[in-house]
């Protein structure tokens, strides 16, 4: 079936529903073949039924598999009575964005006698995604030096990258992947990920990213964000039939349930290499992909979602309103970015200008002329 073919289906299943390039980068280790640890993944998956929470929120991590969120959620919900209970539904409460309800549910898990360093692992990765990670460091730093291996090390990495320290956290990016000995592609795949999303995203360094970002999906072809974030710094330096194949291998994976983000990106390439039809119906499909899911989990969605109605979903209101959603559940330096620029798009200059204002803001250079104060 042609991808034309495809996004024709879509669209007529969706009308009849109802709703420094020479830094050290290791060669890739061997691990098992990603199709064969998928197989493995979902073969365990449905042996273990009601008790694949983590498994499931595994399948959905690396392979946009949002169903597999929707059951893992439905599965921890209901079901939080015991310490280990209470610390499984904040994971799975972490994992879709729910921070406030994941520290809740960390607090009743310490009182009923949950591990102290497992409560504080979680609690630690939530204060990061928080934009308090300056908070976390010492924390981490003191782990590292009580017991230095993998899960130390790339926790510690995380928190550097979210205050900036790059090269610290790429150094011990590099000594957790050391520390790994096993044949699973997934914990490869992710601190490979983490590190380019850290040169990328961060560090504003994509020449750096781009081998990391290759090491991944050779250990994990099928990593759907990898292959994303990728075709991205492809299509930037206009290299658009790879970025346009990886894309479409991802819309194609992901079957009805589409990963939006892929089929908005691959949208407006096909409207920039002259293909009007095929690229305004995927972007249509992204669009209604991201309703669906911020139907069903509005915070785990807000800032993809906002970003999409500033480009190719053309609706700068509905970007501010989920860029302020996405700003009071975690106000990071990104949260903020993303604010400002939904504020500019809107004509909003007064709430512009409280934003650049934020300490940590990167205010545009329209700020100075707009907003006096802001230097």
Not at 90 to 104: G, I
Not at 238 to 245: F, T
Request: glycine residues 6%; charged residues 20%.
């Amino acid at each position: 079936m042609t991808r034309r073919h495809i996004c024709w289906l879509g669209a007529v299943l969706a009308a009849c529903s109802t709703s420094s390039a020479a830094s050290a980068v290791d060669a890739p280790r061997v691990t098992t073949a990603g199709a064969i640890a998928i197989a493995n993944l979902d073969h365990q998956i449905a042996q273990r039924g009601d008790d694949a929470i983590e498994l499931l929120l595994t399948r959905s991590r690396f392979l946009g598999d949002y169903d597999a969120l929707d059951r893992a959620s439905a599965l921890a919900e209901p079901h939080a009575q015991t310490a280990a209970e209470l610390l499984q539904r904040a994971r799975t409460r972490s994992a879709v964005h729910r921070f406030a309800d994941a520290l809740s549910d960390l607090a009743t898990a310490e009182h009923a006698g949950a591990r102290r360093d497992d409560v504080a692992a979680l609690r630690a990765s939530i204060l990061v995604a928080t934009g308090r990670a300056a908070e976390v460091v010492p924390q981490r730093e003191a782990g590292v030096a009580r017991d230095p291996g993998f899960a130390s090390r790339s926790a510690l990495a995380g928190a550097y990258a979210a205050v900036g320290r790059f090269a610290d956290a790429d150094r011990l990016y590099v000594a957790a992947l050391a520390d790994l000995d096993t044949t699973s592609p997934f914990p490869y795949a992710w601190l490979y990920f983490a590190r380019a999303t850290m040169w990328a995203e961060q560090a504003g360094d994509p020449v750096r990213a781009e081998p990391l970002y290759r090491h991944a999906l050779a250990h994990l072809p099928q990593f759907a964000a990898a292959n994303i974030h990728l075709a991205e710094l492809e299509a930037a330096r206009g290299d658009l039939a790879p970025a346009m194949a990886r894309l479409d291998r991802v819309v194609v994976m992901t079957s009805e349930a589409s990963e939006p983000e892929a089929l908005a990106l691959l949208g407006q390439l096909h409207l920039r290499i002259g293909d009007p039809y095929l690229g305004q119906c995927e972007i249509d499909l992204a669009q209604q992909r991201y309703e669906a899911l911020l139907a069903r989990h509005p915070l785990a969605f807000v800032d993809h979602a906002a970003e999409f109605y500033l480009g190719p979903g053309d609706d700068a209101d509905r970007a501010w309103g989920l860029a302020q959603q996405n700003l009071a559940n975690r106000p990071t330096d990104r949260a903020v970015a993303l604010a400002i620029k939904a504020a500019r798009a809107t004509g909003r200059t007064r709430e512009l200008c409280e934003l650049a204002a934020r300490p940590g803001a990167v205010a545009p250079p329209a700020a100075a002329t707009l907003c006096p104060r802001i230097p």
